[in-house]
């Protein structure tokens, strides 16, 4: 009888260490499930409606004093909670906005952390420190599998021979994984996942370089349909650009990022949506935007803008030659002068 006894305890223990190591958010409406695995290694997965959207993946950051977040996690704590929050957005498309998620707040024994939310319009982490002193964050890994037979929208850079200097302009690339080129695509970057599509993105950047995406890095990565986060490295020297009055990268150093004391690093989102027309609707990205940081906006009235490069687009009728000179300019300054501003118009 001791014995058997001794046999339930050590099945239930054990039971709680496995459940222990799955952590789960639910969105508002239940559709959206998003767990996060700390089994020898840290990963996500999430599904909607009961279909893998995706699959389990691999996250984390690593530092330049070994430390490996991704790799055999320790948690020292966890929390669940539910959120409601009224977004006041003056500028935005509407004044203010409603959202909920659930949260997870995990905290590791190595000083750092992640947290996960789900809303009903999709999923979104971040990690973040509570170390004291300098961190130098040497990468922060992602390996998104969403399966190698899926459609993806890809928006590649348009200098492979140095894919970090661009101006963030292409056409999208309609293409399965596992037959997309290996150029760095930015984001935004859409993947058909058949019951519904999401959009990577990110939100709250700050002293931290953009992802960007590749896909076919190795035959895993080709097999499995993996996007792996490339990041830019920090830069080490500058240089400058007389011509167009600006500066670039000259050298870099072999990390992406450093920071001091407590931060939060970025979010990384996955916007999900059932149909196209609910993408540029979606709010993650403003909800998850750092808070206003200027304080009184009243005095901020927002107003027409063109871009002098385009400046000769589609103008027409003038007694002057259109382009990026002194009379287009003095055009434009009098027609946002002249022209009533409503809300609808911004």
Known sequence: MVKKLFFIATLLYIGETVSAE?????SPDGKIVAELNTNKSLSLQ??????????????GVTLNDGTDMGKNPKVASHKLSNHKETIHAPFYRQQNFETAYQELNLKLKNG?????????EGVAYRFYTQRKGKTIILNETAAYQFGKDKKAWLPYTTTPEKPFAMAFQNI???TRLDTAKQDLAFLPAT??????KVTILESDLEKYPGMWLKANSSKEDQEKGILRAVFAPYPKEMAYYPWRHMSHVKSTCDYIATSTGKR????????????DTQMPTNNLVYALAAPNKIGDTSWIKPGKVAWDW?????????????????????????????????????
């Not at 750092?112 to 009903?120: C, T």
């Not at 993947?191 to 519904?196: H, L, N």
């Not at 939060?264 to 149909?275: C, G, K, L, V």
């Open 172 to 174: 999208y690339h309609e």
């Open 22 to 26: 799955n952590y789960l958010v639910k």
């Open 112 to 120: 750092f952390g992640i947290i996960l939310r789900a809303y009903d």
């Open 46 to 59: 999430f599904k909607y409606n009961g279909s893998i959207l995706l699959q389990e993946s691999s996250i």
């Open 191 to 196: 993947i058909d996942c058949g019951k519904a």
């Open 310 to 346: 385009w400046n000769d687009w589609n103008l027409k009728g003038v007694d002057f030659k259109a382009g990026i000179n002194f009379d287009t300019y003095k055009y434009y300054i009098d027609f946002a002068t002249s022209v009533p501003l409503k809300r609808d118009d911004y």
């Open 264 to 275: 939060n690093y970025p979010w990384r989102i996955f916007a999900i949506t059932e149909h």
